[in-house]
C-alpha cells in the first residue's frame, strides 16, 4: 500500500507541486511515466481498498496527465479481472507524452476507451481523471457536463490528485466541481484541498508521495502547512504544583451590548476553560449581575462609559474585545479607549466592524474575522474573500498587522513572521452556529495570557475550537451549541487529568 491517510503538514501551490514533478523527473532521473504509473497504481489500491465490493468501474479521462493516471488505474482494474469502461472526454488525438504511453498500454491490454457521451445506467465506483491542478478558467461545454454527470450519478468518486474543477492554489469552484467521496493527491498535497471549497468537494484526503527522495522537496518552502490539535496539545505542558491563578494571566472580557450578553459570557467562560487565571466582564451594567449569577467564576462589571474602563484595564494582561459589543457610541468609546493601551488584544465581532470603519495597524492584536467581517476590512465583498482565502488572510495580515484569523471551513492563520500560513484541518459543519466565534475568541485570549506567543495562541486555539467541537459532534453536528464545547476543552487540555500517579 503506498498511499496514506497519515497527511504531510506541508502543503503546495499547483505551479510548486510541478516544480517537484520537475524535480523528481530531471534531478533525480525517475522517468514520468514511472511517476505516472505509481500514481496509477496507488489510486487502484486504494479503490479496492475502500470499495472491496467493487466490480464495475467507471474511469472518466480527460486529455492530459490526470487522463493518463486514469488509464493506468483502468489498466490495473482490467488485469484484475473487473469490468472496465473508460469514457474520453476531450479530443483523443490532443493526448501527448506519458498520457499516451498510459493510454496505449491500456488500450493494448484489451480496454476500450469509447467517447464521453453521458454515464452509463450504473457502475460501482467511478474515477475522475478529467482534470488535474493545471485548471484556471471557469468549467464550460462538455466538461461542466460530465462534471455535472458526475456529481448526480449515485456510485462513490475517487478523485486523482484533485477533484475536477476545483482550482488547487484557493479551493475555489470554478464553475462547477466534482464532489467526491475520496480524492488522492500525489507527491505534495495541494492547498485548494483544505479551506474554501476544498473540503466539500474532496471527501476523505490520502497521500501517495510516489516514492520520490526526500530531496525532491529541499528546493520548495511550502506555501502553508496544515494545523491540528493533535500537533498543538503538547505546548501547554504540565503546571508546576506550585502555580497560582496569577501565574496564568488576567483576560478582560469586553461586550455584551443589550441584548447580547451571552456573547460576553461565552467568550469569558472559554477562558477560563483554556486555563487563564482570571476573567473579568466589561459589560452593560443592566448584565453585570445576570452574568456574575450564572457563573459566579466571572468577574463582571458594568460599564456605563469607557472612563470607567481605567481600573479594570490595569488589572488586565490581555483584552478580548468585540463579542456582542454592538456598534453604538458606547461600543466605539470602550474601543478607543482599548486601543490607547499597549495591552495584547484579541478582535473580534463588532470590534471588527468599528475598525474596519477606521482602520488601524498594531503588531499585537489578533484579528479573527469571519468572511464577511473580513470583506468590510479589506472593502471587498465576502464573495471575493471566499474566492481566494490565501491571498485574502495574507492581505488582511498586511493591512493591520499583528496575526490575522480568517474563519470558516479551513481556518486560515497568519502572522507576521516567516512561518507559512496555516490551515486548520479539524472542525465539522456542526460548528456553523451562534456564539462558536465567542467562544474562539476566549479560547484564543486565555492562551495568550497563560504566555503564548500571539501567532502560537491563534493557531492553538483555532485547533483547539475546532478539536472540541469534533468531539462535541460526536453525539451529532445538527444541534451543536457552542456551549457544548466547554466539557470538551478540558478533557483535551488535560488528557491525563484521570490518572492518579503511582
Given at each position: 500500500m503506498s498511499y496514506t491517510d497519515r497527511l504531510p503538514l506541508d502543503l503546495y501551490r499547483a505551479a510548486q507541486v510541478r516544480e517537484l514533478d520537475r524535480a523528481a523527473i530531471e534531478d533525480f532521473g525517475i522517468p514520468g511515466l514511472t511517476l505516472m504509473e505509481r500514481a496509477g497504481a496507488g489510486a487502484f489500491d486504494l479503490?479496492?481498498?475502500?470499495?472491496?465490493?467493487?466490480?464495475?468501474?467507471?474511469?472518466?479521462?480527460?486529455?492530459?496527465?490526470n487522463g493518463g493516471d486514469g488509464f493506468?488505474?483502468?489498466?490495473?482494474?482490467?488485469?484484475?479481472?473487473?469490468?472496465?469502461?473508460?469514457?474520453?472526454?476531450g479530443d483523443p488525438n490532443r493526448i501527448q507524452g506519458d498520457a499516451l504511453a498510459s493510454r496505449r498500454a491500456f488500450l493494448e491490454a484489451g480496454g476500450e476507451a469509447a467517447p464521453f457521451a453521458g454515464l452509463p445506467e450504473s457502475a460501482d465506483v467511478i474515477v475522475d481523471g478529467l482534470l488535474g491542478t493545471g485548471?484556471?478558467?471557469?468549467?464550460?461545454?462538455?466538461?461542466?457536463?460530465?462534471?455535472?454527470?458526475?456529481?448526480?450519478?449515485?456510485?462513490?468518486?475517487?478523485?486523482?490528485?484533485?477533484?475536477?474543477g476545483l482550482h488547487a492554489d484557493t479551493g475555489r469552484i470554478l464553475g462547477a466541481a466534482v464532489r467526491a467521496d475520496a480524492t488522492i493527491s500525489f507527491i505534495g498535497l495541494k492547498r485548494g484541498l483544505f479551506s474554501g471549497m476544498g473540503p466539500d468537494c474532496c471527501g476523505r484526503i490520502l497521500f501517495d508521495d510516489l516514492a520520490v527522495p526526500a530531496g525532491v522537496?529541499?528546493?520548495?518552502?511550502?506555501?502553508?502547512?496544515?494545523?491540528?490539535?493533535?500537533?498543538?496539545?503538547?505546548?501547554?505542558?504540565?503546571?508546576r504544583r506550585t502555580a497560582h491563578k496569577g501565574d496564568f494571566g488576567h483576560v478582560l472580557v469586553i461586550g455584551g451590548e443589550q441584548g447580547f450578553s451571552g456573547a460576553a459570557r461565552m467568550a469569558g467562560e472559554a477562558a477560563l476553560r483554556t486555563g487563564a487565571g482570571l476573567v473579568s466582564i466589561a459589560t452593560r451594567p443592566e448584565h453585570a449581575a445576570l452574568l456574575g449569577a450564572v457563573r459566579p467564576e466571572l468577574m463582571c462589571h458594568g460599564v456605563a462609559d469607557a472612563t470607567q474602563l481605567g481600573p479594570l484595564l490595569k488589572r488586565a494582561t490581555v483584552i478580548a474585545i468585540g463579542p456582542g459589543l454592538g456598534q453604538s457610541s458606547w461600543a466605539r468609546a470602550l474601543l478607543g479607549r482599548v486601543l490607547d493601551t499597549g495591552l495584547p488584544l484579541v478582535v473580534d465581532a463588532d470590534a471588527l466592524n468599528l475598525l474596519a470603519a477606521e482602520p488601524a495597524t498594531r503588531?499585537?492584536?489578533?484579528?479573527?474575522?469571519?468572511?464577511?467581517?473580513?470583506?468590510?476590512?479589506?472593502?471587498?465583498?465576502s464573495s471575493e474573500v471566499q474566492a481566494d482565502r490565501f491571498r485574502s488572510v495574507e492581505s488582511l495580515q498586511d493591512k493591520y498587522g499583528g496575526v490575522a484569523v480568517l474563519k470558516g471551513a479551513g481556518t486560515l492563520v497568519r502572522g507576521?513572521?516567516?512561518?507559512?500560513?496555516?490551515?486548520?484541518?479539524?472542525?465539522?459543519?456542526?460548528?456553523?452556529?451562534g456564539g462558536m466565534g465567542d467562544v474562539l475568541t476566549g479560547i484564543i485570549a486565555g492562551l495568550l495570557a497563560q504566555g503564548f506567543a500571539p501567532e502560537d495562541a491563534a493557531t492553538a486555539g483555532v485547533c483547539l475550537h475546532a478539536a472540541a467541537a469534533d468531539r462535541a459532534a460526536q453525539a451529532g453536528e445538527r444541534g451543536l451549541l457552542a456551549g457544548d464545547l466547554m466539557p470538551e476543552l478540558r478533557m483535551l487540555l488535560n488528557p491525563d487529568w484521570t490518572r492518579c500517579p503511582a
Open positions: 479503490l479496492c481498498h475502500a470499495w472491496p465490493g467493487a466490480r464495475d468501474i467507471l474511469v472518466v479521462c480527460g486529455t492530459g496527465n493506468v488505474l483502468a489498466r490495473h482494474a482490467l488485469g484484475a479481472g473487473m469490468q472496465v469502461r473508460v469514457l474520453q472526454l485548471l484556471e478558467r471557469e468549467l464550460s461545454g462538455d466538461w461542466r457536463r460530465a462534471v455535472e454527470a458526475l456529481n448526480d450519478f449515485p456510485a462513490p468518486v475517487l478523485a486523482l490528485d484533485i477533484p475536477s522537496y529541499e528546493a520548495e518552502q511550502p506555501s502553508a502547512r496544515r494545523a491540528q490539535w493533535r500537533l498543538q496539545s503538547g505546548l501547554l505542558g504540565r503546571r503588531d499585537n492584536w489578533i484579528l479573527t474575522p469571519h468572511p464577511g467581517e473580513a470583506g468590510r476590512l479589506l472593502g471587498l465583498p507576521g513572521c516567516a512561518r507559512p500560513v496555516a490551515v486548520c484541518t479539524d472542525g465539522n459543519p456542526g460548528m456553523a452556529s
